[in-house]
């Protein structure tokens, strides 16, 4: 069985030009998902896998990120005499242990390899570590990256977390090619960053939770240009299989949004919305009556 996983790597140096013009001035993962910003969800499912060092490889402007896990004293202290101990409760939950934190620079923007590898000497030679991709945000339960912490502990090698796309949205993703299928998880031959319509060699998508062997944070040393000319995570797990180590996929339990996109935002809003017990009922009922309005009207 391989090492513990205890730190994992937040790639947040992104610009978000998609949220434009909201990230002129917000970074793309402080956006709300009904009251909590996507970084939050990612470090709350990251600790509900035992990881328990957070590093944050930002960029400029990424400043209220970096602010969003400082304690609120003022604030604490305030909401404590006024006796709102339930809000007090949802502040205590945001906050860190000092010192579990650490923010690294990507001075350039050169792709999501790239990004990763800056976080290289915050990390032991031997030691496995996670990416989460806090675009992608996941409804599980386990949380997707413990369902990865424990498949990973029977297999070893490497592990990403993938699902089945339609054929015409497989060039947005990483693609494995499978060379075993055993069900839940899948052993790779290999893997393509972005194929080109019609070229993937499977539609198992590559989604943004990663368990990665030691070798591949030394396979990204190369800084090797991929698709888009950018330096590629998935190249370097790819080259994982041509030196003959293992990297599977598992095939999360759990529904995905893709929270880099404005619809896939959106729909994630609705599916929380409707997760929260002091908001379902409303928020259905007026779902409700937005589609019977459109119905009508068709
Ligand atoms: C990144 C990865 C890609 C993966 C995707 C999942 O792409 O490079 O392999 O499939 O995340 O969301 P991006 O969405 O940053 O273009």
């Excluded at 004293?73 to 005499?81: F, G, I, M, N």
């Excluded at 990297?247 to 880099?260: E, K, W």
Aim: aromatic content about 6%; glycine content about 10%; hydrophobic content about 40%.
């Amino acid at each position: 069985m391989g090492r513990k996983v205890t730190k994992a790597i937040f790639p947040v140096a992104g610009l978000g030009t998609r949220f434009l013009p909201t990230t002129k001035s917000i970074p793309k993962e402080m956006l709300s998902l009904v009251d909590k910003p996507l970084i939050q969800y990612a470090i709350d499912e990251a600790r509900a896998a035992g990881i328990k060092e957070f590093i944050f490889v930002t960029s400029r402007g990424k400043g209220s990120l970096e602010d969003y896990f400082d304690h609120a004293h003022e604030l604490e202290s305030s909401l404590k005499k006024a006796g709102k101990e339930e809000l007090l409760e949802i502040l205590r939950a945001t906050n860190m242990e000092s010192g579990a934190i650490a923010y690294i620079r990507q001075h350039k923007a050169l792709g999501l390899g790239h990004a990763v590898w800056c976080a290289r000497r915050l990390l032991s030679d031997d030691e496995p570590f996670a990416v989460v991709l806090t675009d992608d945000v996941i409804q599980g339960e386990p949380p997707c990256l413990q369902q990865m912490i424990e498949a990973y502990g029977e297999t070893g090698g490497s592990m990403v977390a993938t699902m089945e796309v339609a054929a015409d949205k497989a060039s947005s993703y990483g693609v494995l090619d499978v060379a075993e299928d055993m069900g839940a998880i899948v052993r790779a031959k290999g893997m393509v960053e972005k194929p080109k319509a019609g070229t993937q060699p499977s539609n198992l998508a590559v989604i943004g939770r990663y368990i990665l062997a030691p070798t591949v944070m030394k396979n990204l040393n190369k800084l090797k240009q991929g698709a888009g000319g950018e330096i590629q995570l998935t190249d370097a797990i790819a080259e994982e299989i041509q030196a003959g180590r293992d990297v599977f996929g598992l095939r999360f339990r759990g529904q995905r949004f893709d929270c880099g996109s404005k619809a896939g935002f959106l729909q994630a809003t609705v599916a929380f919305g409707l997760e929260r017990d002091e908001l379902k009922d409303e928020f259905a009922d007026y779902l409700h009556q937005v589609m019977a309005m459109r119905r009508a009207a068709e």
